[in-house]
């Protein structure tokens, strides 16, 4: 009995655009992974991997839970929530980084407030630091919370920099680098390690030249 293909649960958007063509060097075309259409699985040319396409932040959950073999996910999201995956290759795709920002002038309290989509992360930047913040959780624009008052600083993911300039605020700290890697369910991995880790010798290679 044929095995069936390969299930990758992908993040819609900017990195799945990245992945295509680390996909084509590693010999699987996959066209269809940018079709503007609202069919969330999709496939590869030659029919040997399934695609799921997610919100960023979901990934993992699918992998975790064995719903897909494999998926990429950015670190950003692999440090904020923990989760119980294999992960066996740094991309080098969706490479940015996570900031510190802030208003170009203006003083920062003793004890800042810090808007964020990760509060795990900012809450153990700061604590690392010694440094009393009060974090508050929001899901997206957050450039915004220091314009209106909402914070004093913002704790975000930083590729071009233009957000940042357009809304008249400066990079503060790096945190840490932050790029896309592939993660494996642990069973999966090995129970499907005839399918799996050709594709991972594949994209290593790919990622290499
Ligand atoms: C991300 C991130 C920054 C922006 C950084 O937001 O949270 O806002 O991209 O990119 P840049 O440095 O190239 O400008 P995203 O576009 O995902 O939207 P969001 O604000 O709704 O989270």
Redesign the pocket.
């Known amino acids: 009995m044929s095995p069936g293909p390969l299930t990758l649960a992908i993040p819609k958007?900017?990195v799945a655009k990245a992945l295509v063509p680390l996909l084509e060097k590693a010999g699987v075309a996959a066209p269809g992974l940018l079709a503007d259409e609202r069919r969330l699985v999709r496939e590869s040319e030659d029919g040997s991997l399934r695609f799921l396409l997610l919100k960023p932040d979901d990934v993992p959950t699918y992998v975790e839970y064995g719903a897909a073999d494999l998926g990429i996910s950015g670190r950003d999201v692999l440090l904020e929530r923990r989760y119980d995956l294999y992960q066996p290759l740094d991309l080098g795709i969706g490479k940015?980084r996570m900031v510190v920002a802030g208003p170009r002038s203006g003083r920062v309290p003793a004890r800042p407030r810090i808007a964020t989509?990760y509060p795990r992360i900012a809450s153990e930047y700061f604590a690392s630091k010694g440094i009393q913040a009060d974090v508050v959780y929001v899901?997206?624009?957050?450039?915004l919370a220091p314009l209106v008052g909402l914070a004093n600083l913002i704790v975000?993911?930083?590729?071009?920099?233009?957000?940042?300039?357009?809304n008249d605020l400066v990079e503060r700290e790096v945190i840490c680098d932050i790029s896309s890697v592939l993660v494996a369910n642990r069973s999966l991995f090995k129970l499907r390690h005839a399918q799996v880790q050709p594709l991972v010798a594949k994209l290593r290679a790919a990622t290499e030249t």
Not at 139 to 143: A, P
Not at 156 to 166: P, Q
Request: charged share 30%; with cysteine; aromatic share 0%.
């Open positions: 958007g900017r940015c989509k899901q997206g624009s957050v450039e975000d993911l930083v590729e071009t920099g233009t957000t940042l300039a357009e």
